[in-house]
């Protein structure tokens, strides 16, 4: 049986993924070719405890950093470094706030000027895959709902699905129960109830689905060198429709111009 939060326990987890929606349209300004991603975390980082918060990442496992920024074939938990940006490449910003005693946790895949038609086409499926998973989040469904909904789209799209890193429960821990795997059996696994929060973020690979950890003990790569996207929300489940309580609409007031 999953736990449901009170309403003030998802307030206080709105007003976390609200901050993180925000920190991420704040990084989307600075996201051009020649930009250090280390600049981008340094960015968010301020951006975050300007507003009062503390970056949700930094020192959780021993994180060295506020944002986890991967780009390319980093699938995620890449490592804020003096790379810098580069014409053509796609880069995932996963960001998390603590506040309050709770957690943020969404994350967007932006694309570095012109990208390919090949590679815009992986990113609007994976969005759709999210989009897709957030439909099936509702009370009364199981998780192996959104699992299934998220795997058969992008696998009918011809794309691959990451086994080793799934979406979770936010709360007072950024990883709570569920695991919220992006693939699965439909009608499998936990019961969904009105009140649960989860992040669901689908992690979708053009090439292969395995992945292998970077030297770095942190970077997750494709195996093959293909590129991956990765977009995650928080919701809570209710009846008939899932509430969103982070948004991709901050972004896209930015991406516009
Ligand atoms: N954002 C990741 C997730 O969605 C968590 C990052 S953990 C860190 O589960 F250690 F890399 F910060
Ligand atoms: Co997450």
């Keep these: ?17 609200d901050l993180v929606s925000r920190t991420l349209a704040e990084v989307a300004r600075h996201i051009k070719p020649g930009v250090a991603t280390k600049k981008l975390d340094r960015i968010a980082e301020e951006f975050i405890r300007s507003h009062g918060a503390e970056p949700g990442f930094l020192g959780y496992n021993g994180y060295p950093a506020t944002l986890c920024i991967s780009v390319n074939d980093a699938v995620v938990h890449g490592i804020p470094s003096s790379y810098e940006l580069h014409e053509g490449d796609i880069v995932s910003v996963d960001c998390g706030t603590y506040l309050h005693g709770f957690y943020g946790d969404s994350a967007f895949t932006f694309t570095v000027g012109e990208v390919s038609p090949e590679v815009q086409r992986l990113l609007k499926v994976t969005r759709e895959c999210l989009d897709l998973g957030i439909e099936a989040a509702v009370d009364g469904a199981r998780v192996g709902d959104i699992s299934y909904a998220v795997q058969s789209h992008a696998e009918s799209n011809g794309y691959s699905v990451v086994r080793e890193l799934v979406g979770h429960g936010l709360g007072r821990h950024m990883h709570e129960k569920p695991e919220v795997p992006n693939y699965g059996a439909r009608g499998s696994g936990p019961k969904l109830v009105d009140g649960l929060v989860i992040c669901i973020e689908p992690m979708i690979n053009m090439g292969t689905k395995h992945v292998y950890q970077d030297v770095d003990g942190w970077t997750i790569r494709t195996r093959d060198g293909k590129p991956s996207a990765h977009f995650e929300l928080a919701i809570v489940v209710r009846k008939g429709k899932a509430e969103r309580l982070s948004t991709f609409s901050y972004i896209e007031e930015v991406l516009r111009f």
């Design 1 to 17: 049986m999953l736990l449901a939060k009170t309403d003030e326990e998802v307030e206080l987890l709105r007003l976390n993924n």
